[in-house]
C-alpha cells in the first residue's frame, strides 16, 4: 500500500513511476531510474593493515560494505533488505580491525520518540551494533549513539542523555556513568584507561575524565564557560579542549535571527596526572575569528593533537576555513591550507604525519584531494584540480596509499584508492553495488555560470539545459534553492545524500525539457565567510532573496526559456526562499514546490533567546508570512510531520494562512517521516508528485 497522500481539491493521485518518455531527441529514463544508484558514505579505514569499510544505500536499502588491500574487492557485510528507514551511521573500526561498531536507526525527537517513518505498531529504535570484519550476522550492544571504542576492548556510548560502558565481548551489562547533565564521551586515551568526556548543562559545559579502574570521574578546569572539543595527546600525558566564555543571559540567542556578534574561543592544554591546565591560545575579537562551527558541521573537527606535538585546528580568522598548526605549548599558529578557497573535510594519517583534507582550491564549484605535514610543508594535491571529478572523504591506509570517495557529473559515487605522490584518479574498489537501470548515458553535463546578484554581489550555479531542443522553441525554467543553508550545490553529483537526490531531481527535471538552475546564493558554504554570513541573511533582512530574484532574471534572459513560465523548488532552507519568492514576487515566479520550508522565523523552533521585540519584528517580516496578501502562484507543499529540522507547524501555519486567500495549494504529507527523508519510496513520491505538478502549472507538454 502506498502511504504518501496528495492531495489537490480533494482529489486523491496515485503516485506513478513517471518517465521522460516525450524528452525530444533524448532516450527516456524514469525517476525510479535516475535514483537507482547506490550512494555510498561513511568511509572508514582501520589504524592498522589496508582494511576499509562504508556504507551503501541503494534504494532505501542501507548496508556496510568493506574491502582490504592489496586486491581491495568490495563484500557486503550487513544484510538489511528493506527500505524501512535504517539510517547506518558512525562506523567505527576497533583497534585491531577485527571489528566494526556502527549505529543503525534514527534517534529521539523533542518528544523523546525515535524515528518510526513505516509506521510500524512495534515502534522503533536508534541501537549501536558490532559485526565481524570477517562475516556473520551483526550483535546488538545497546540502545545509543556516539560510540567511542577503547585499546582494552570497551565502548562508551550515549543513551537517554547519559554516558554508557559495557565490553565489546558483551561480558558485562551495561553500565550507566552517573554525570549531571546530558554527558557525551569523546575519546578513550591511547591506552585505552582513561576516557574524555563533555558534560553539557545548557548555559556552561565541562570538560572532564572517568577512569573506569577507579570509578571516579574528574572535572578539567571547571568554570562558569563553554568547554568541548577534548582531545588526548599521542602519549596520553596530556589533553587539549576549546573554551568559550560565559555570555550574559539576557544576550539575544538564535542562529537565524541573531544580529551578528564575534564569538571568541581559546585553546587550553592540560596535564594529565595533576588534571591542571591553561590557555595557550586565543582568538582575536573580530567576526572572522569566531569559534568555527562550520568545521564540525562539515566533518573534520575543530581540534586535533598530532604525533609531533603539534596542536591543529581549524579558524576562519582569513575569511576560509582552514587549518592551522602550534606547538602544544603555544605560539603564533601556521597556515597549512592557504588559499581563497575553504577546506571542508579531513583527517590524519594512523601515524600522524600526513593530514589528507579536500578543498575547493583551483576548482570552487568541485571538492578535490589534497595533503599536507602538520609541519607546514608545502601542500601537494593528491587528485588533480582539472579534472571533472568530484572528490571527499579522505582516508589514509597506513603506508602511501589512502581510500576516498567520488562522483562526476554521471557516476553517482564509488570507493576509490590512490597512491600518496602520485596525481591522478585512483583506481575504483572492484565489486561495488550497481544499478543495472541507472541512466548515466542520458544525463546533461551541467555548466558553470556566474551573473550578479542585484547588488553585483558575483553568484555562482550550475545549469542544467536539456538536450536537441528545437530552434526558436521557448522551455519552462526552474531554480533550485538548496537548504542548510551552510550548503554548496557542485558541477556533479553531491557528496550528501540529501543533496544527491537533489542533483537526480535538476537532471530528471531537464530529461523533461526544463532548463535547471541550481543556485548558490549568499549563505552557503565555498566562497568565503564573508559571503556565508552575509549582513541582513535569514531573519535579519532576508538579503539573500535579492540572489533568488537575479537568479530569474538570468533565466529570463536566455533564449531557450520562456519568461512566464519559470518556477521555484527547493527542501529547508530552499523551502523558505522558494515560499518567499512565490509570496513576493509571483510576477516572476509562476509556481513552486516548497519541501520542509521555514514560513516565520520567531516560532518557537527558531527563535532563541531574548531576542528584543524589534528584532522579532525584522524576523516576521523576513518571513514569508508576511507576503501571503501578494502570492498568487499556486504551490506545491512536501513535508514528514516527524520533522526535527523544521517543524511541521510551519507547513500547516502558511497553508491556513494562504487558503484565506484562495491560493492554489496541493500537499504531499509523510506521516511519520523526518526532515531528510528516511524512506527511500517517499524521495520518490516527492519529486514524481513536484514533476506533474509542475508540468500542469507551467504548461510542459514534456515534448
Not at 606 to 630: C, M, R, Y
Request: charged share 20%.
Amino acid at each position: 500500500m502506498n502511504r504518501t497522500r496528495l492531495c489537490a481539491g480533494g482529489l486523491v493521485l496515485a503516485v506513478a513511476a513517471v518517465s521522460a518518455a516525450g524528452a525530444r531527441g533524448q532516450e527516456a529514463f524514469t525517476l525510479q531510474q535516475v535514483l537507482s544508484a547506490p550512494f555510498v558514505s561513511n568511509l572508514v579505514a582501520a589504524k592498522s593493515g589496508k582494511r576499509i569499510a562504508w556504507t551503501v544505500n541503494q534504494e532505501g536499502r542501507r548496508n556496510i560494505y568493506v574491502a582490504e588491500g592489496p586486491n581491495f574487492a568490495a563484500r557486503q557485510l550487513t544484510v538489511y533488505n528493506k527500505d524501512d528507514g535504517g539510517e547506518l551511521s558512525e562506523l567505527h573500526f576497533t583497534d585491531d580491525g577485527s571489528q566494526i561498531v556502527y549505529v543503525r536507526g534514527e534517534g529521539k525527537n523533542s518528544a523523546g520518540e525515535y524515528a518510526n517513518p513505516t509506521s510500524s505498531p512495534e515502534g522503533a529504535e536508534q541501537d549501536l551494533w558490532v559485526v565481524a570484519f570477517g562475516g556473520g550476522g551483526p550483535r546488538k550492544i545497546d540502545a545509543g549513539n556516539t560510540p567511542a571504542i577503547s585499546a582494552q576492548g570497551r565502548i562508551a556510548y550515549h543513551r537517554g542523555g547519559q554516558m554508557w560502558l559495557e565490553s565489546l565481548k558483551a561480558e558485562e551489562k551495561p553500565k550507566q556513568v552517573v554525570v549531571r547533565g546530558k554527558t557525551t564521551p569523546v575519546e578513550w586515551s591511547p591506552d585505552g584507561a582513561r576516557l574524555l568526556f563533555v558534560s553539557s548543562r545548557d548555559d556552561h559545559s565541562f570538560v572532564g575524565i572517568y577512569d573506569p579502574a577507579a570509578e571516579t570521574v574528574e572535572f578539567i578546569s571547571p568554570s562558569v564557560d563553554s568547554d568541548s572539543d577534548p582531545v588526548w595527546s599521542p602519549d596520553g600525558k596530556h589533553f587539549a579542549f576549546t573554551r568559550q566564555p560565559a555570555v550574559r543571559r539576557d544576550a539575544p540567542e538564535g542562529y537565524f535571527i541573531e544580529p551578528d556578534r564575534p564569538h571568541p574561543w581559546a585553546i587550553w592544554v592540560g596535564d594529565a596526572e595533576t588534571l591542571r591546565a591553561r590557555e595557550v591560545w586565543r582568538s582575536g575579537a573580530q567576526l572572522q575569528d569566531s569559534y568555527p562551527y562550520m568545521a564540525g558541521e562539515t566533518g573534520g573537527g575543530v581540534l586535533h593533537w598530532t604525533r609531533e606535538n603539534r596542536l591543529v585546528f581549524a579558524s576562519e580568522m582569513d575569511g576560509w576555513q582552514h587549518l592551522y598548526a602550534m606547538g602544544a605549548e603555544g605560539g603564533p599558529p601556521r597556515l597549512l591550507t592557504p588559499g581563497s578557497c575553504e577546506v571542508e573535510q579531513w583527517s590524519f594519517s594512523p601515524d600522524g604525519r600526513t593530514l589528507l583534507f579536500n578543498s575547493n582550491c583551483g576548482d570552487v564549484d568541485r571538492r578535490h584531494l589534497w595533503r599536507v605535514a602538520p609541519d607546514g610543508t608545502e601542500p601537494r594535491e593528491l587528485t588533480s584540480s582539472k579534472t571533472t571529478h568530484i572528490e571527499w572523504n579522505p582516508v589514509a591506509l597506513g603506508d602511501d596509499s589512502f581510500a576516498y570517495l567520488s562522483s562526476d557529473e554521471k557516476e553517482r559515487g564509488s570507493v576509490r584508492v590512490g597512491v600518496i605522490g602520485q596525481l591522478g584518479v585512483g583506481a575504483a574498489v572492484s565489486g561495488q553495488a550497481a544499478s543495472a537501470d541507472f541512466p548515466a548515458a542520458s544525463l546533461v553535463v551541467p555548466k558553470q555560470v556566474t551573473f550578479p546578484s542585484g547588488d553585483g554581489t558575483e553568484l555562482h550555479g550550475q545549469l542544467f539545459v536539456p538536450p536537441n531542443g528545437k530552434a526558436g522553441g521557448k522551455r519552462p525554467a526552474m531554480v533550485f534553492l538548496h537548504g542548510g543553508p551552510i550548503r554548496q550545490m557542485l558541477l556533479g553529483w553531491h557528496y550528501m545524500y540529501y543533496y544527491s537526490n537533489c542533483y537526480a531531481m535538476n537532471q530528471f527535471l531537464a530529461s523533461r525539457g526544463y532548463v535547471v538552475l541550481a543556485l548558490n546564493y549568499r549563505s552557503g558554504i565555498g566562497y568565503g565567510r564573508a559571503f556565508r554570513e552575509a549582513p541582513g541573511r535569514a531573519g535579519r533582512g532576508a538579503t539573500e532573496y535579492q540572489d533568488v530574484v537575479a537568479a530569474g532574471k538570468y533565466l529570463q534572459g536566455l533564449a531557450d526559456v520562456d519568461p512566464a513560465r519559470i518556477g521555484l523548488w527547493g527542501g529547508s532552507y530552499g523551502g523558505y526562499l522558494t515560499a518567499l519568492g512565490l509570496g513576493r514576487n509571483s510576477d516572476l515566479f509562476a509556481a513552486g514546490v516548497d519541501v520542509h520550508g521555514v514560513h516565520d522565523w520567531p516560532t518557537d523552533n527558531w527563535e532563541g533567546k531574548n531576542i528584543s521585540p524589534d528584532l522579532v519584528k525584522l524576523a516576521h517580516t523576513s518571513s514569508p508570512i508576511t507576503a501571503v496578501d501578494t502570492w498568487k502562484s499556486p504551490v506545491l507543499f512536501i513535508h514528514g510531520d516527524d520533522d526535527r529540522n523544521v517543524m511541521f507547524a510551519q507547513t500547516v501555519d502558511l497553508v491556513a494562512r494562504l487558503r484565506a486567500r484562495n491560493v492554489a495549494i496541493e500537499q504531499l504529507v509523510f506521516p511519520d517521516d523526518v526532515h531528510d527523508f528516511l524512506l527511500h519510496r517517499n524521495f520518490v513520491s516527492a519529486y514524481a508528485t513536484a514533476s506533474d505538478f509542475l508540468d500542469r502549472k507551467l504548461g510542459n507538454s514534456k515534448k
